[in-house]
């Protein structure tokens, strides 16, 4: 089972900045691309950002590109989203999965299931 505990969220204005975390529990993160999904409210759930396994190429979706940054330590079995210049529109919650990437990341699932999730959300 593929399991992660990410945490990190809460509130913060607009404009300000968030590092969330993702820790892999029971398997070798470095094994697997990963991927950050993000569920507002009242929306499907959408993969926003993807990092290839080894620290490879990154991607990032249209409405976070330039503002959010992905990575991953491998050692710790850790990914992470640096998120800079909030916008009320980058409130949901937010999850990570690892994910298919050959030559570059997807957000198609290993294995279906989602942990619990961390709140993000942006309101001045």
């Known amino acids: 089972q593929l399991r992660f505990v990410e945490s990190g969220g809460g509130t913060v204005q607009p404009g300000g900045s968030l590092r969330l975390s993702c820790a892999a529990s029971?398997?070798?993160?470095?094994?697997?691309?990963a991927a950050w999904f993000r569920q507002a409210p009242g929306k499907d759930r959408e993969g926003i950002s993807c990092?290839?396994?080894?620290?490879?190429?990154?991607r990032y979706v249209e409405s976070v590109q330039g503002r959010f940054t992905i990575s991953r330590d491998d050692a710790k079995g850790t990914l992470y989203l640096q998120m800079n210049d909030v916008k009320p529109e980058d409130t949901g919650v937010y999850y990570c999965?690892?994910?298919?990437?050959?030559?570059?990341?997807?957000?198609?699932?290993?294995?279906?299931?989602w942990g619990q999730g961390t709140q993000v959300t942006v309101s001045s």
């Open positions: 990092i290839n396994a080894r620290d490879g190429p990154a």
């Open positions: 029971g398997f070798t993160l470095g094994y697997y691309a």
């Open positions: 999965a690892a994910v298919y990437g050959i030559d570059a990341c997807t957000f198609r699932l290993v294995k279906e299931g």
